[in-house]
């Protein structure tokens, strides 16, 4: 049982951002979000925080953090190196990205690393322009021999429509044992000065189910 809580919050510190993906900002131009989801699990209620940045250092190099912690019980603090990978046709992007940093379950910090491979598309639809990510990852933390191989997936719209559907997958799986998901659908309402709201349902299926609240801002600059 304490086992299985503990690769429950693995899975949830773990949680992709959703906005990384395969495109490398523009030299000297920079990206940052911060969420909170409110969760209820079991009659409990909780508050996962999540702080995610980047910024275009060169052409082919953008630097950043990610930072997620839930209720100080499980968190991490990474940072990140993303660099293309121009094996496809210019319409296509394809990136990798080295993250490396601590996790904690309890307040015990123990190294983390994060090798993810990124594929990014754009689209035309009948509701506008759009785009799709897909993010695989492995991930080592600490001494544990099992890694966590993830499999992500976004697609959202990106056109002069006031309000933005996106919907974001996110999947986790460790060696002998189930295959643990989310799935969140959510709308950008655009802010002023660059900045978009985020208000999003979360539903997530570890060893239970639960149903989340995400609140988020993101702004480019």
């Known amino acids: 049982m304490f086992r299985s809580l503990i690769l429950i919050w693995l899975f949830i510190s ?3 951002p959703g906005f990384a993906g395969a ?3 523009d030299q000297g131009s920079g990206f940052a979000s911060a969420s909170v989801t409110f969760r209820r699990d079991n009659g409990d209620w909780s508050t996962e925080l999540g702080y995610y940045g980047d910024y275009g250092v060169s052409q082919s190099l953008t630097l950043g953090v990610d930072l997620n912690d839930n209720d100080r019980l499980a968190g991490h603090a990474l940072a990140f190196a993303r660099i293309p990978l121009d ?3 210019p319409e296509h992007h394809l990136a990798t990205e080295l993250a490396v940093g601590g996790a904690h379950y309890r307040n015990e910090w123990k190294p983390m690393y994060k090798l993810t491979l990124s594929y990014g598309h754009g689209f035309d639809s009948a509701w ?4 799709l990510a897909i993010d695989g990852a492995y991930e080592k933390r600490g ?3 099992e890694p966590i191989v993830k499999l992500d997936a976004t697609v959202g719209l990106n056109g002069d429509k006031r309000l933005r559907p996106l919907l974001q997958i996110e999947t986790a799986k460790i ?3 189930r295959l643990f998901y989310s799935i969140t659908p959510s709308l950008q309402i655009p802010l002023p000065h660059g900045s978009q709201l985020q208000v999003g349902v ?3 299926m570890t060893t239970q189910r639960s149903l ?3 609140v988020g801002v993101w702004h480019r600059f």
Do not use: C, D, N
């Open 128 to 131: 506008g322009p759009g785009w």
């Open 87 to 89: 094996f496809l046709p």
């Open 143 to 145: 001494t544990s021999l």
């Open 14 to 16: 773990g949680a992709a």
């Open 202 to 204: 979360q539903h997530r």
């Open 212 to 214: 989340g609240l995400k």
């Open 23 to 25: 495109w490398l900002r």
């Open 175 to 177: 060696s002998g044992q």
